[in-house]
């Protein structure tokens, strides 16, 4: 008779994942991995490990309930959901997943752009509601066009490959792009101030961090072009939303197509409702490869780590 098994890890899965993902974790001996909210998973003195996507917030508070939690793991890239001060603080390692969901991201920022400039969403909403106006949605080519993408991290790589498939200029601003790298990838850059002077369409691309929030505000958006497309689908409050009202209403900003919000669920009328903005909730991430990626990711990594050996991601 088989011995029953002894778990030696337990595992708390806060968020929604793929399960295809989590089997290094659910296939593991000695692990034993509960699926549930937080405020559904029972004592959690009793946890390892805590794996998250974006609806958990790990506080110091929740730091302070999981005294035996080793490890917490992000399946996905931003950590700005954590208290990554309060995890130091208490010995606890954060990982994430940075590259599983590079292409996903990508496409759909891609696909935003091209709903945004062919005016795709209201026409579409128009033709169910019986109409045919053709008239109404006159549309913008995106060849020709320059691509201003700020911050050129992974996602801004592969979104510039894309866009040079469609003929289109890019021009980029990334303080930590170096000029041999630029010059490999065939890639202009620039100073904040002469991409956004330039660019016709501009799409963000960093975390969100003291540096980066309201990067485009009342002040730097004043400097883009008349008529400038602004494309969000990295952080809510990267590109100010107040000021992106004002110059979406004074008609500066041609039109805005936004995955992320500086509250989510997103409930701002004005902003989700304004006929020029593509709005979509946060779904940039959100296909089969990238989430079986990024779980498979983490798991893999969680097991590793609780076996002793050392965190990557971190
Ligand atoms: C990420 O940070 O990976 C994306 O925003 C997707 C997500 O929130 O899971």
Same mark, same amino acid.
């Given at each position: 008779?088989?011995?029953?098994?002894?778990?030696?890890?337990?595992?708390?899965?806060?968020?929604?994942?793929?399960?295809?993902?989590?089997?290094?974790?659910?296939?593991?001996?000695?692990?034993?991995? &509960?699926?549930?909210?937080?405020?559904?998973?029972? +004592?959690?003195?009793?946890?390892?490990?805590?794996?998250?996507?974006?609806? &958990?917030?790990?506080?110091?508070?929740?730091?302070?309930?999981?005294?035996?939690?080793?490890?917490?793991?992000?399946?996905?890239?931003?950590?700005?959901?954590?208290?990554?001060? %309060?995890?130091?603080?208490?010995?606890?390692?954060?990982?994430?997943?940075?590259?599983?969901?590079?292409?996903?991201?990508?496409?759909?920022?891609?696909?935003?752009?091209? #709903?945004?400039?062919?005016?795709?969403?209201?026409?579409?909403?128009?033709?169910?509601?019986?109409?045919?106006?053709?008239?109404?949605?006159?549309?913008?080519?995106?060849?020709?066009?320059?691509?201003?993408?700020?911050?050129?991290?992974?996602?801004?790589?592969?979104?510039?490959?894309?866009?040079?498939?469609?003929?289109?200029?890019?021009?980029?601003?990334? +303080?930590?792009?170096?000029?041999?790298?630029?010059?490999?990838?065939?890639?202009?850059?620039?100073?904040?101030?002469?991409?956004?002077?330039?660019?016709?369409?501009?799409?963000?691309?960093?975390?969100?961090?003291?540096?980066?929030?309201?990067?485009?505000?009342?002040?730097?958006?004043?400097?883009?072009?008349?008529?400038?497309?602004?494309?969000?689908? %990295?952080?809510?409050?990267?590109?100010?939303?107040?000021?992106?009202?004002?110059?979406?209403?004074?008609?500066?900003?041609?039109? #805005? %197509?936004?995955?992320?919000?500086?509250?989510?669920?997103?409930?701002?009328?004005?902003?989700?409702?304004? +006929?020029?903005?593509?709005?979509?909730?946060?779904?940039?991430?959100?296909?089969?490869?990238?989430?079986?990626?990024?779980?498979?990711?983490?798991?893999?990594?969680?097991?590793?780590?609780?076996?002793?050996?050392?965190?990557?991601?971190?």
């Amino acid at each position: 008779v088989a011995e029953p098994k002894t778990a030696q890890f337990h595992i708390l899965v806060a968020d929604t994942m793929s399960e295809e993902g989590l089997l290094p974790l659910l296939e593991a001996d000695h692990v034993e991995v &509960t699926q549930a909210s937080v405020d559904n998973a029972g +004592p959690l003195e009793q946890y390892d490990a805590l794996l998250i996507r974006s609806a &958990t917030t790990v506080t110091e508070e929740l730091l302070s309930r999981m005294p035996r939690l080793k490890i917490v793991a992000r399946a996905g890239v931003g950590v700005d959901n954590v208290d990554i001060q %309060a995890a130091t603080k208490h010995g606890v390692v954060v990982i994430n997943a940075p590259d599983g969901n590079t292409i996903s991201t990508a496409e759909h920022t891609f696909a935003m752009m091209c #709903a945004l400039l062919r005016n795709i969403p209201q026409a579409n909403a128009s033709v169910k509601s019986g109409k045919w106006d053709r008239k109404a949605y006159q549309g913008t080519e995106l060849r020709g066009k320059t691509l201003g993408i700020v911050g050129f991290g992974r996602i801004g790589t592969q979104l510039a490959k894309r866009a040079k498939a469609f003929e289109m200029g890019v021009l980029v601003y990334d +303080p930590f792009l170096t000029a041999e790298r630029a010059e490999k990838l065939g890639i202009a850059q620039g100073e904040l101030d002469h991409v956004l002077s330039v660019a016709d369409i501009i799409t963000v691309h960093t975390p969100l961090t003291k540096d980066t929030k309201g990067l485009l505000n009342m002040e730097t958006i004043a400097k883009t072009k008349p008529g400038v497309f602004l494309i969000n689908c %990295a952080r809510g409050g990267i590109i100010d939303e107040q000021a992106l009202k004002h110059y979406l209403n004074n008609g500066h900003v041609a039109g #805005a %197509a936004l995955d992320v919000f500086t509250e989510e669920p997103a409930t701002d009328k004005e902003l989700i409702g304004h +006929p020029s903005v593509v709005a979509t909730p946060h779904i940039a991430a959100s296909t089969k490869e990238a989430q079986l990626n990024v779980a498979a990711q983490v798991s893999q990594e969680v097991l590793q780590f609780l076996n002793g050996e050392p965190a990557l991601n971190s």
